[in-house]
């Protein structure tokens, strides 16, 4: 058998193993995404056939105070969310890279939140935020001040969610754990017997050595608040008050399968597509500088 | 280890070729014995076995058909998506208020060819009722079991401060009077309320219409910004100066779901409330101490000809398109249609009948003791419909947003009218220009 004759062989033999994995790609993958461009230009309600429009959908979009509305909460939300959740991540996970007594009950007490179902944590913590039971304005009555209406005034609405976001950071503590036990103990040492304090050490030994892992927790924790959808939309139906809780991918859902705007519902999926790619790039050039790859030129 | 490379390929082959001859097989083969028919509805709980009472009767009463019922959760979107995925039900139990958003999605079939065959017609049913399920010149769907709304209050309560529970208020100005002196704050917080336009909230798109006014013409204008909707909208509005900002909201968040006892009604910390025939139930279960008092809701004093104004609305019974077995479903939607099953089925669920013609039984034994004032509310001239038009559920969650708006005072009625009135006309043009090209398409 010639060498090229076995090369193919070999060739054939790897995507025919990988064809279960192509095939399930290019059909629950491939297909709706390419399906979804089309009839992003459509008047398609799943239940007739698709009628093209255009650019009506995109045009309609851009008029549409509901969508500037929702996209200005999520972005909101994200500003709010994203570096709390981050810093909040990151400090548990110095606090648990301690050796301390009984480090394996912290880790597991602080990663339990992550486990919670999202419905059950919604419910949860609407008795937590309730204005007249809860315990968040119980506790601040006790030092005399009357707490704000967490749930029914919109200025609020968000801050909650964003607070809410931190109960579940254990996912992204555990990665930056386990980053932080990769940071050599030996750069540490020779920084501390050159007199270094705790906070120089982390300013520029630890949190250089980890800046990769900082930034996936970013792209991907972006991508996440970008798409929060079952928190508010268990616990503000509708977006209320006053739509100071609608976000993008709820008015996406009720475009879809309320208003039967399946069409319209696409165009909105790909203008979010298009936005979070955009995001992502910014970061990664902004992060190009700050983000230390060991062993790259 | 060495594996034949058309192993796997050969089992993608072999997976898909066995779904395949299995969509074929099940798509061709009837079970021998009766045709079995699959009816979704949305019922759970004793709502739910007095549809099912209907059912064992029908399937007693002959041997051909044998209807399922299955309870099914959200089951509007789940019949919308099996339509869509070509296997819908044979009968589903939707709600009365998008029957235009159905019937001009195509996604249920109209109704009169067999209405016709059955003699089914508009004199059997209270006129509310018939119009419900008519749209366009058609019959979509056929009834199971209405509502219709009224002004409620807890008698106890009336009595405690003072007021003579046999005389409840005729107009909104005395009902605001008597709500103003019933409504209580402590440390500028509401404690217990009179009337509280948000509580239960069912019917917040329809405030302008028990003032008088209209959402939209009926056929191609929407009509928000008029003066008698501005004049309902300034009254809740008043609500929440009296109350303070978000007062309303907050008081309602420090209680449960409506179907609970920590509804506010039935836990003695509202008085007033406007709702529908099913609140009977909720009391009946949840404070049978409560003494409840019905009356129709009020009109404005200078609008007596509003007197009697109600909101009614129905769930129904309609075939799904592309249902396999459209004429047996039929047959079971008209059975339920015959006094004795219809009149079982309200009886059970303790509710008005949508039908014409009651008996006399059916007053003598029903469990609700105001049972007489919602039939009389729903044949009267001032009954109110949700909008017939395919936009609706997306003119009502706009509507319940300016609701909230107004609501918390950020806006004022006019201005927030005024804005929604721009809003909804430029969708109904935008929809009923593709309405009309598709028509021209033939999609």
Redesign the interface.
Same mark, same amino acid.
């Given at each position: 058998m010639s060498r090229t004759l076995a090369r193919r062989k070999e060739n054939a033999a790897g995507f025919l193993f990988a064809s279960p994995w192509l095939l399930g790609i290019a059909i629950f993958m491939l297909y709706p995404v390419g399906a979804s461009l089309y009839y992003s230009f459509c008047d398609y309600s799943i239940l007739k056939p698709p009628m093209n429009v255009g650019l009506d959908n995109y045009r309609e979009l851009a008029a549409d105070a509901v969508f500037w509305k929702v996209s200005a909460n999520t972005l909101i939300y994200a500003v709010l969310s994203l570096p709390t959740s981050m810093l909040v991540a990151l400090g548990l996970a110095m606090l648990l890279n301690n050796k301390v007594r009984a480090l394996p009950v912290f880790r597991t007490i602080f990663f339990l939140p992550s486990l919670v179902p999202q419905v059950a944590l919604a419910v949860l913590w609407l008795w937590i935020f309730n204005s007249e039971h809860g315990i968040f304005n119980t506790l601040l009555d006790h030092v005399g001040i009357s707490g704000p209406n967490w749930l029914g005034d919109p200025a609020w609405t968000k801050p909650c969610l964003a607070v809410m976001a931190m109960w579940g950071c254990g996912n992204m503590m555990v990665i930056y754990l386990a980053s932080l036990q990769d940071v050599p103990a030996t750069y540490l040492e020779a920084a501390e017997l050159d007199g270094a304090g705790a906070w120089a050490r982390t300013r520029h030994i630890t949190l250089p050595m980890i800046s990769p892992i900082i930034f996936f927790n970013l792209i991907t924790g972006m991508i996440g608040v970008l798409q929060v959808f079952t928190v508010p939309y268990v616990m503000f139906p509708d977006g209320t008050p006053a739509r100071s809780s609608y976000f993008y991918t709820t008015y996406l859902f009720d475009n879809a399968f309320k208003f039967n705007k399946m069409g319209y519902a696409c165009a909105m999926a790909w203008i979010m597509l298009i936005s979070i790619l955009i995001l992502t790039g910014i970061a990664a050039k902004l992060s190009s500088k700050h983000v230390y790859y060991e062993g790259a030129q | 280890m060495n594996l034949n490379?058309?192993v796997?390929?050969g089992c +993608?082959v072999a997976i898909l070729a066995s779904v395949w001859g299995m969509e074929r097989i099940s798509d061709r083969t009837e079970p021998p014995g009766p045709i079995h028919i699959a009816y979704w509805e949305k019922w759970t709980g004793f709502e739910r076995d007095a549809m099912q009472a209907v059912v064992d009767d029908f399937n007693k009463s002959q041997n051909r058909i044998h209807v399922d019922l299955v309870a099914t959760s959200d089951v509007g979107?789940k019949t919308?998506?099996a339509? $869509?995925a070509g296997c819908p039900p044979d009968v589903a139990g939707l709600w009365g208020d998008n029957v235009a958003?159905y019937a001009d /999605? @195509? +996604?249920v079939i109209p109704l009169d060819d067999f209405c016709r065959q059955y003699g089914i017609t508009a004199a059997d049913y209270i006129p509310c009722y018939w119009k419900l399920v008519n749209y366009d010149g058609h019959t979509w769907a056929l009834p199971s079991t209405p509502s219709s709304s009224a002004l409620h209050y807890n008698t106890a309560l009336l009595r405690k401060l003072g007021f003579d529970p046999d005389r409840p208020p005729k107009t909104i100005e005395e009902l605001t009077r008597m709500s103003d002196a019933m409504t209580f704050k402590k440390n500028g917080?509401l404690e217990k309320a009179g009337f509280m336009p948000s509580q239960p909230g069912n019917w917040n798109w329809g405030w302008g219409y028990l003032f008088g006014g209209k959402l939209w013409d009926g056929e191609d204008k929407i009509t928000t910004d008029t003066p008698e909707n501005i004049r309902a909208f300034d009254w809740i509005q008043s609500f929440s100066r009296k109350f303070g900002r978000?007062e309303a909201?907050?008081?309602?968040? $420090?209680f449960g779901n409506v179907a609970s006892p920590q509804n506010p009604f039935i836990a003695g910390q509202v008085v007033f409330e406007l709702e529908g025939v099913w609140t009977h139930n909720f009391v009946h279960k949840y404070a049978p101490d409560i003494k409840l008092g019905v009356a129709p809701f009020p009109y404005p004093a200078d609008r007596p000809d509003l007197a009697g104004s109600t909101f009614v609305g129905e769930d129904i019974l309609c075939i799904p398109?592309g249902a396999p077995h459209p004429k047996e479903a039929f047959e079971f939607i008209r059975f339920v249609q015959t006094q004795p099953e219809m009149e079982k089925l309200c009886l059970l669920q303790e509710k008005n009948s949508p039908l014409d013609k009651v008996s006399d039984h059916f007053w003598k034994v029903h469990g609700n003791p105001n049972i007489h004032i919602y039939d009389e509310l729903a044949r009267g001239k001032n009954t109110i419909r949700m909008p017939q038009m395919g936009?609706w559920?997306?003119f009502s969650?706009e509507l319940?947003?300016t609701f /909230?708006?107004i609501s918390?005072m /950020?806006v004022t009625p006019k201005q927030a009218l005024r804005d929604l009135q721009v809003?909804m006309q $430029?969708k109904l043009d935008?929809y009923n220009a @593709?309405l009309e090209?598709?028509r021209r398409?033939g999609?």
């Open positions: - | 490379p058309l796997l390929p +993608a979107n919308m998506f339509v $869509s958003h /999605d @195509r +996604a917080h978000g909201e907050a008081f309602k968040n $420090s398109r936009i559920p997306e969650e319940e947003n /909230d708006e918390l /950020d809003t $430029s935008r @593709r090209e598709r398409l999609l």
